[in-house]
């Protein structure tokens, strides 16, 4: 493929939608959906035989190995997907040993799929989540004000005092509507929270 080729080819510039911020992150527009009855499914347990469940939303809650063909055939996962009730955007990790780009990039492909997914008609809801202090500065970036977003609490017990920083921060950057959240919150929590539990998501527990 010429250079040519490659600077007209959307799935390799990936600069087709609005975008917000110092990083130029997609924007993932707010979405509404009723609260009432949220069930979700990890999107390793989704089958294209499954009946039972489209009224669940999916979950990327898992390790990344389990979605990390989704960034680079949007399309193709997105069928896998669609008929489920709303989506999750996929939980790439930010972990504390990456170097700051590996962690921009999480949250960029993260943002990238939503934004795609939203476009191909998918009911979307954004799944935030942050490392360390320094990631504050990016990591809700792309997330338009005052829409439902989702957290989880996978692993966030031992490291208590640095989720309620972000979560603080989280807050008041972005004012959710409402916080989806897998797994038991923390007291400390504020916000309008939508419990969700854990296990009852996934068809194996691990």
């Keep these: 493929m010429t250079s040519k080729e490659m600077r007209e080819n959307p799935l390799f510039m990936r600069n087709e939608f609005e975008v917000e911020g110092k990083w130029g992150f997609p924007l993932v527009r707010k979405q509404d959906i009723d609260l009432a009855h949220i069930e979700l499914i990890a999107c390793s347990d989704v089958s294209s035989h499954d009946t039972k469940n489209l009224h669940k939303g999916v979950h990327f809650f898992v390790d990344d190995f389990r979605f990390d063909k989704i960034y680079d055939h ?5 069928k896998r997907f ?3 009730r709303f989506l999750l ?6 972990y504390a040993e990456m170097n700051p780009w590996r962690q921009i990039e999480s949250v960029g492909k993260s943002r990238w799929v ?3 997914w939203q ?3 998918a009911l979307v809801i954004p799944t935030i989540s942050w490392g360390l202090a320094r990631t504050f500065e990016f990591c809700f970036d792309g997330i338009e004000r005052h829409s439902i977003v989702a957290v989880g609490m996978i692993g966030c017990k031992r490291n208590k005092r640095d989720f309620l920083r972000g979560y603080s921060v989280m807050l ?3 004012e959710p509507e409402a916080i989806i959240c897998l797994g038991k919150p923390f007291e400390e929590m504020k916000g309008n929270i ?7 998501s996934r068809k194996v527990v691990r």
């Design 74 to 78: 949007p399309e193709r996962s997105f």
């Design 82 to 84: 669609e008929k489920y």
């Design 89 to 94: 955007t996929p939980d790439y990790s930010l």
């Design 114 to 116: 939503a934004a795609k």
């Design 119 to 121: 476009q191909l008609g």
């Design 172 to 174: 008041d950057k972005i």
């Design 194 to 200: 939508v419990e969700v539990d854990y296990r009852s």
